[in-house]
């Protein structure tokens, strides 16, 4: 599967012509190869890429906070002018910040799309969370600079770049603006070559040659038509259609001498990741025992259709398995509920135990007192692992024993804890979706196992403070 090649234009200084280099760039190559396809968005909070690309009058219902949500970098696009592909624009992309779990988000999303080509992602003058994601997609990084601060600024981008072990050599860097009228007496006669020289000196790779500030190029952003103009149309005249040009030439030969690595890289990463939490799921799957763990009947699908399971593990997750709804009901109304009686009692129960989250956790446990009492309680947890309500009864521990007396098949706790007489014993469950197995995929059990820890962690600090 082909992926793109993306280039991301950053620096934390504003001004310095991230965006008209990221949208003329994209023109440029476009111009140097037809048939190379070549997709632009940007991260910034303006609609410069629409106003220099857009077909339509009809804005588009897509655009770039969408590549956090479900939906494929694919399906955002669109047809722009001068053959380029791009994602609409948003100016409230920080309403979209809750979607983003992690830093690789975008280049896993990207990664696993059908995207090719070439990639130019224009981002913000700020590190934020966007910025991030998009350097760290980035096969390459371009880095304009116009004077000696926003060079300095270029070391938070080398940090970040060595904090996700990624080469600084991933970094380039393009002098723009350059006034050529300015000149120095001595060895640099300009603030290109100054600025070169002192980007060389600090170990960055550098662009050969630079973008000239153009009095002409400044004007193509200001006209009555509301447009936004690209160089290659309207300042063809000026030094910086060549040097637009000749740096077209070398992003080209770089992709062509590297290519698109760092998906390629990603991508293998994540079917890696997607072996191994299959592995760990046939695993957990395999531990099951396949009938009720209080009654032991088999737990089968009638019609694709399974009965009201909860799912269940001990602390240490050794003992785990499934149990009926109904088994589970008469275990609480036989220990937990005594005082409910009659024939409304299960409803009753229902009613306490009634998640409209579908989300929440029963955490049900059992502590020795002495050698007669037993202390059992039951809480609902929410979906982070919270307790919401609860109850606690002590009961004579022979009491507890006697309904299994015969047969201990149904003492979930002296299966769970076959060695452990004294302490807390606890049991954690879920009730079940459609899908029964669904909790133990990698996702769903991690947050399993996470408030599994949680409360490990409370109980310790529970017998600290006891
Ligand atoms: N080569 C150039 N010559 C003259 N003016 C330029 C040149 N390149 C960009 N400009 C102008 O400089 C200003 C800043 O450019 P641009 O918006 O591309 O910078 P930016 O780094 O994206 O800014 P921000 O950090 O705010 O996103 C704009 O008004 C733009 O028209
Ligand atoms: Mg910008």
Redesign the pocket.
């Known amino acids: 599967m082909a992926r793109p090649y993306v280039i991301t234009i950053a620096?934390e200084?504003?001004?310095?012509?991230?965006?008209?280099?990221?949208t003329n760039l994209a023109i440029y190559l476009k111009a140097l190869v037809e048939d190379l396809p070549v997709t632009l968005f940007s991260f910034?909070n303006?609609f410069?890429v629409d106003q220099m690309f857009r077909l339509k009058k009809t804005p588009s219902e897509h655009h770039v906070g969408q590549l956090f949500t479900g939906l494929q970098p694919e399906n955002l696009i669109s047809t722009g002018q001068y053959g380029v592909n791009y994602i609409p624009s948003n100016s409230r992309l920080y309403d979209f910040i809750q979607h983003i779990q992690s830093v690789d988000q975008l280049a896993l999303k990207v990664a696993e799309s059908a995207l090719q080509g070439i990639l130019i992602i224009?981002t913000?003058?700020v590190l934020d969370i966007y910025t991030r994601s998009a350097l760290y997609a980035a096969d390459r990084i371009i880095v304009?600079i116009k004077d000696a601060p926003s060079l300095e600024n270029c070391r938070h981008l080398a940090d970040f770049l060595s904090q996700s072990q990624r080469p600084k050599t991933t970094l380039k860097i393009l002098p723009?603006?350059i006034d050529t009228r300015i000149r120095f007496d001595g060895p640099f006669r300009n603030s290109y070559q100054l600025l070169k020289a002192y980007a060389i000196n600090r170990g960055y790779r550098c662009y050969e040659g630079f973008?000239?500030?153009?009095?002409k190029?400044?004007t193509?952003?200001t006209n009555p038509s509301g447009k936004i103009y690209p160089v290659i149309t309207h300042a063809r005249q000026t030094e910086?259609h060549l040097q637009l040009s000749h740096l077209a030439r070398q992003v080209y030969l770089d992709y062509l001498e590297n290519g698109p690595t760092r998906l390629i890289e990603i991508a293998n990463y994540l079917f890696e990741q997607q072996e191994l939490h299959a592995a760990q799921f046939r695993q957990r799957r395999q531990r099951i025992p396949s009938g009720c763990l209080y009654c032991g009947t088999a737990i089968e699908p009638t019609d694709a259709i399974w009965p009201d399971l909860y799912y269940l593990e001990s602390i240490d997750s050794s003992y785990c398995g499934f149990i009926e709804e109904r088994c589970l009901f008469k275990l609480l109304l036989q220990h937990y509920f005594r005082e409910l009686t009659g024939t409304n009692q299960q409803s009753l129960l229902g009613d306490f135990l009634y998640d409209p989250t579908r989300r929440g956790y029963l955490l049900l446990q059992k502590t020795r007192l002495d050698r007669e009492q037993t202390r059992l309680e039951l809480y609902r947890l929410d979906h982070q692992g919270e307790k919401i309500s609860g109850r606690s009864v002590e009961v004579l521990e022979s009491s507890f024993h006697q309904q299994h007396k015969q047969d201990t098949s149904g003492d979930l706790f002296s299966q769970a804890y076959p060695e452990q007489n004294t302490g807390t014993q606890t049991l954690l469950l879920q009730r079940c979706g459609a899908n029964p197995f669904h909790i133990l995929e990698h996702q769903p059990y991690l947050s399993w196992l996470t408030t599994l820890n949680r409360i490990e962690i409370d109980d310790i600090s529970r017998q600290h403070e006891g």
């Open positions: 620096s200084k504003g001004g310095v012509g991230k965006t008209t280099l990221a910034d303006h410069t224009d913000s003058p304009p723009c603006l973008i000239a500030k153009s009095p190029v400044e193509l952003s910086v």
